[in-house]
């Protein structure tokens, strides 16, 4: 029995997903549970597992297409088994057109050399300390030479000319979607008092080695203040309460969302009942989720169900 490899819903209203590589070849083997695929949404790369034993076959989407979710775009067959026919057709890349002097039309070096207007020596030398293209201007001058003048009228046309806008990654667009939309529908309020952490610096100090030599990781002050908020955010459930429409949420897990800096952007990956887990464990769960969230290969449930950041 054939099993299909769909795309996969991985946050609510997601209408499609992009196919960003394979993890597997036509053809070769994979045991279910084994990384298949890698899939983008607006949050993160994410790691797709295999639904089930046997050969990979009848990939239909290429490295790079955006498909909608619950396509088909591969199958699991037993080994000499025909994958069903693909009945819908995958949604292909969605890429900008992009123009350059490459798709114009060539003329030989000839005819650029004899076309090539004329410029006044101190129109050049405007031109290279304005950094303006003299290919781009257009001369005034008898027979379309480029005069100084030019140059300056160039330069100043430049300097008033919009600034380019840098396109986002779907990680960094999120976040700042995410941050003007909290700054402006939630109600803040800020609470600042020092504290003495002494006894905490020690504390760190006399356990490092311990659980570096029995986990293999070194400790930091996150991982302390993980384990600290989450154990007295137990005494105060209100604080790990979630707003919904009909009301107030009370969520029975204290689940903690710690920020990590990737190259697009800040993505919040989720240490799981960090109530009832030692330094150790939240040490060792720490550092895994950060090096996935760098690598781009967290998991869906890396990034769901936070109850506090």
Not at 36 to 45: M, N, P, R, S, W
Not at 208 to 218: M, N, S, Y
């Amino acid at each position: 029995m054939a099993f299909s490899v769909v795309m996969p819903a991985l946050e609510m209203a997601q209408e499609t997903g992009k196919l960003v590589s394979w993890r597997k070849k036509e053809g070769e083997s994979v045991s279910k549970g084994e990384p298949l695929l890698e899939v983008e949404t607006d949050k993160a790369v994410m790691e797709i597992e295999s639904p089930a034993d046997g050969v990979l076959a009848g990939i239909s989407a290429q490295e790079g297409a955006v498909i909608p979710v619950g396509q088909t775009i591969a199958w699991i067959v037993r080994p000499g088994e025909t994958p069903p026919q693909q009945t819908a057709p995958t949604v292909a890349a969605v890429s900008l057109p992009v123009t350059s002097p490459s798709s114009a039309t060539p003329s030989s070096p000839q005819t650029a050399k004899s076309a090539a207007p004329g410029i006044s020596p101190k129109a050049r030398r405007l031109a290279k300390e304005r950094g303006v293209d003299v290919d781009r201007v257009q001369g005034s001058g008898p027979g379309g030479e480029i005069l100084a003048s030019d140059i300056l009228a160039a330069a100043n046309s430049q300097a008033a000319a919009p600034a380019a806008v840098e396109r986002l990654s779907s990680i960094a667009r999120l976040m700042a979607e995410r941050t003007s939309l909290s700054w402006t529908t939630v109600p803040h309020f800020f609470v600042t008092r020092e504290v003495e952490a002494g006894a905490l610096i020690e504390l760190r100090e006399r356990m490092l080695p311990v659980i570096e030599k029995a986990r293999g990781v070194r400790i930091t002050h996150t991982d302390l203040l993980v384990a600290l908020v989450s154990r007295v955010l137990v005494k105060h459930p209100r604080m790990y309460s979630s707003w919904s429409g009909e009301g107030i949420r009370s969520n029975q897990d204290v689940n903690v969302a710690l920020a990590i800096a990737v190259d697009e952007g800040v993505i919040a990956a989720v240490i799981q009942t960090a109530s009832s887990k030692d330094l150790g464990q939240i040490a060792s769960e720490r550092r895994e989720l950060s090096e996935r969230a760098r690598a781009g290969r967290l998991r869906p449930a890396d990034i769901a169900g936070a109850t506090f950041t």
